[in-house]
């Protein structure tokens, strides 16, 4: 009886050491990313570097400070201020062309998942199905950034780096 219980031991502590050996999964984070407008050459932040919930985002010249830096989980599409932490929304679950777009406390609501498009540069709200834009084709500092119906033109498309 104790040789059977000396292999179970050696058995369970042999299966234990594969557990811990094998590897653990790529992360699901494409860490911190500037977000670049094709139109404009300006990065998507939140203004002022504001914390707060609510505070919108907008396109800005690129600085690479921590407010247009942006962690993109892979997993369950949400994207991440680097700076407030907070995750990049469509405010109030909005459906509309033309609604706000900025930062709230992170709770995985479809307004706060997205999808990222490397191969056109989209970025489409997983809630509407809209694409984040430059509003009117906006080259200026703090043009805004909202929801549109996507046409892939260039205040849709975004370079990450």
């Given at each position: 009886?104790?040789a ?13 050491a594969?557990?811990v050996a ?11 990313s ?7 050459y ?7 570097s ?7 985002a907008?396109q800005y010249d690129?600085h ?9 989980n892979?997993d369950t ?13 469509v ?14 406390d ?6 706060q998942?997205w999808y990222l ?9 997983r809630?509407?199905?809209k694409c ?9 500092n703090?043009?805004?950034?909202v ?15």
């Amino acid at each position: 009886m104790f040789a059977k219980l000396r292999i179970l031991v050696i058995g369970a502590a042999a299966v234990g050491a594969l557990i811990v050996a094998s590897p653990t999964p790529a992360s699901a984070y494409v860490g911190r990313s500037l977000f670049q407008n094709a139109n404009s050459y300006r990065c998507l932040e939140i203004v002022y570097s504001y914390t707060h919930n609510f505070a919108e985002a907008a396109q800005y010249d690129c600085h690479g400070g921590a407010n247009q830096q942006w962690n993109y989980n892979t997993d369950t599409g949400m994207i991440q201020n680097a700076h407030s932490r907070k995750c990049l929304e469509v405010l109030y679950y909005s459906t509309a062309n033309g609604a706000t777009v900025g930062q709230y406390d992170c709770h995985g609501g479809a307004n706060q998942k997205w999808y990222l498009n490397r191969s056109n540069g989209l970025i489409a709200n997983r809630h509407s199905g809209k694409c984040l834009e430059v509003y009117g084709f906006s080259t200026a500092n703090f043009g805004r950034v909202v929801q549109w119906d996507c046409h892939g033109g260039p205040n849709q498309v975004w370079w990450w780096r």
